[in-house]
């Protein structure tokens, strides 16, 4: 009895490497993984790249994901409609986004750039991994309107998708888990590191004097919340904005349930702001002048207001230009019109 | 590469030819509404005396246990959260080591490590529509329904139970006896205890990780027995 389990096991041995070795050829073989690239001086990634290793082909099928219709319900709502490059993945010259049947989504499409930094997504907090991020708006009938099922169905009957998913995940079965890998790859390769800011830390330009000056003060009055390389510490911090009454949205505390984060919202990068106006969680702020303006007079106080703006943020006209000539020096213009993350030659 | 895996492979055979002879443990759950059998026709009153139908009911089971008889020591059944839809026949096999036992258990809910680490797939595949995807998370637990005095569109109740992180973490562990180790293990799943905690009239909808949550979840191990 013994040795005849010992034979069929050493069968199974065989039959299960024979079947490892065929997948390693077919598949793994022709990816071409790479590294994600960021300068040597910023901090390793959060994100689990482990559990979803970077390849030239995976990007491209995320790429090609980001810009396609039918990830929405009437095809014309792509992650790209509200996503879009040259508002650094944000929506251009819009306060809150447009979805599904020209209704509004709660908040404005924030910046998409350095996320493999970033453990929490949403102004809320309420997305707790990149990875989970795209269900959201897939499933947000105000915003893609579909349901996981339909789109991965979708996808499947493309003679184009399945193969694509084959190479890059060894199965040409579209699941959840992988649309949201492909997803993530590229998601992940948005790096925006290239501004001016970053060349004169780099010693390789300077700053005009009105840069210089705004820089030394936007070091001493803004860093403490948004501080350098990310310009944001990803925390949740009340900035005296008042609860704006039809939407009645209090940021962190609608995920923590806790009345001490009344009012909070992510910290958001300030990289690339000049391209991403309007401003704030719902982009009630036009322009860089009033978010300034909001700094220096109209921050309301409350329980939860942060310490820093008890007073909120003394600047004088002068200043307040300073400040801005800096801000303008975030924007990464290489990253605004990178080819590789612009919409793919149609299939 | 190969040799990594030609190495594994060795082990797990290793394990399969030689680890302790191993025996199953069968479980079958019976759902019901006030003690009679589930069915979409049946009402019931909750001691709020709202009057309630149930159209979907569905949770996870994880995190599954036996503990041993003579040591008295838990043994831990590596497996992954079960979705278990209450309207199907519901049976869950698991695999232990030869031995006797003198209860078996597991968890109402899904551990955080799947709340936080990005897609699943199988039972947890989000598609299967018992997750949130604006507030990352499971539900735990999925019971809709009609009630006469429901304030919700179209008179009905919504509960989504959910929640992995403190102070609002929906998971509950169950215990119960295992005598006869020879036979399926029948647990009678009843939603009575559910109900009784929660005024439809006052509340028709739960649908985030919060107090209300909490309340109905503390009620979750009243729902089972043998």
Redesign the interface.
Known sequence: MKRIITILCLLLTGALLCSLVNYENSTRRKLRYKNLEYPADWPAPVYDFKSNPLSEEGIELGRQLFYDGLLSKDGNFPCASCHQQGAAFGTFDHDLSHGFNDQHSLRNAPPLQNLAWQSLFHADGGINHLDVQPLAPITAPNEMAETIDNVLAKLQATKHYPPLFKQVFGSAQITTQNMSKALSQFLLTMISANSKYDRVMAGKDTFSLPQQLGHQMFMEKCAGCHPPPFFTDFSFRNIGLPVEPTLNDFGRMTITNDPRDSLKFKVPSLRNIAASYPYGHDGRIFDLQSMLDHYRNEVQQSPTTDSLLQKGIPLSNFQKGQIIAFLYTLTDSSFLKNKKLGAPGLP | ??KI??FL??L??GF??FAKAKQTITIRLEHRLNQLPLSGNRSTVNTFNDSLTVYKWQYYLSGFFVTDSISGKQITIAKTPVLINAFDTSIIILEVPKGRYSKIGFTVGVDSIY???????GDL???K?M?W????GYIHIKVEGNSPQSKAPFKKFTYHIGGYKHP?NTNRRITLDYTNNNRPVNINVDLQPLFNVISVKDNAGIM????AAINMADALPLMFSL
């Open positions: 590469m190969i895996l030609l492979s060795l797990m055979n399969n030819c709340n936080v680490t990005g897609v699943q797939t595949d989000p598609a529509a997750f995807t604006w507030q990352t609002f985030s990780p919060n107090q």
